[in-house]
């Protein structure tokens, strides 16, 4: 990882470079060509406190082409691209406080990242290392995790749903986040078990003022979600270097 400076990794042109009749399904294919893009874009949407303060943004990969498949199937490759697409777009040019201001920046991060394969942008003041569900949290990556924490990073586990391997993480983590639509089924019992080592939890996917309320009554700490904010397109084309994210 890096120490002060980063260096966007290769893989935003590799998959640039690989032509198109591969021998790949064609909604990969698909997805290939909707990674491939030279607009610096980026995904924008608030995190709030319970009295409406922003606490920070979750940022997301965006492209001008509608995306071919959901990002539950991409694969790994293709999820790391959209990854470093993410962090180059705000952090390799001037202007990250037009992003977020002094606010804390939510990413998505992958296996590759956490396990050191991938470097991280030393900005644990302001960078929040959030652990996509798909992540399973082996050896490998709870070391990766204490090392970031050592360094100073703020840890969020996404779409927590108890499984054993999220479970694991609960230690380490400042921040977890529940898809309030799970709470159909899991309830209490849930927010209980993400706040059992002090991290704050927060509720996604917050879509109506009435799940609104329904969450503040549950006792969430933060809120995410189109009741409290859409997510914004940010053009950073003008000010960040082009790298192809596919």
């Not at 804390?104 to 929040?128: A, G, H, K």
């Amino acid at each position: 990882m890096t120490t002060d400076v980063y260096a966007p990794p290769a893989l935003l042109g590799r998959l640039a470079d690989a032509p198109d009749d591969l021998p790949a399904p064609p909604s990969q294919r698909d997805c290939n060509r909707f990674l491939r893009t030279d607009r610096m874009l980026l995904g924008r949407q608030g995190i709030f406190t319970g009295s409406g303060d922003v606490l920070g943004y979750e940022l997301y990969f965006r492209s001008p082409h509608p995306a071919p498949l959901h990002v539950d199937h991409w694969t790994a490759e293709q999820q790391n691209a959209a990854t470093a697409h993410v962090l180059h777009t705000t952090f390799a040019g001037p202007g990250v406080s037009s992003v977020a201001g002094d606010r804390r920046i939510f990413v998505n991060f992958t296996r590759s990242y956490l396990v050191n394969d991938l470097s991280i942008p030393y900005l644990p003041e302001q960078l929040v290392v959030e652990i996509v569900e798909s992540v399973v949290a082996d050896d490998a990556v709870m070391a990766g995790v204490r090392r970031l924490r050592d360094r100073g990073f703020r840890i969020a586990i996404d779409d927590f749903i108890g499984l054993a391997s999220q479970r694991r993480l609960l230690p380490y983590a400042d921040y977890v986040k529940i898809d309030v639509r799970d709470l159909d089924v899991e309830g209490q019992p849930l927010i209980d078990l993400a706040r059992s080592h002090g991290a704050q939890v927060v509720a996604e996917c917050v879509e109506s003022e009435s799940m609104l309320d329904e969450c503040q009554s549950l006792g969430f700490d933060l809120y995410q979600g189109f009741a409290l904010e859409v997510t914004t397109v940010l053009d950073r084309t003008a000010v960040v270097p082009s790298r192809r994210c596919g």
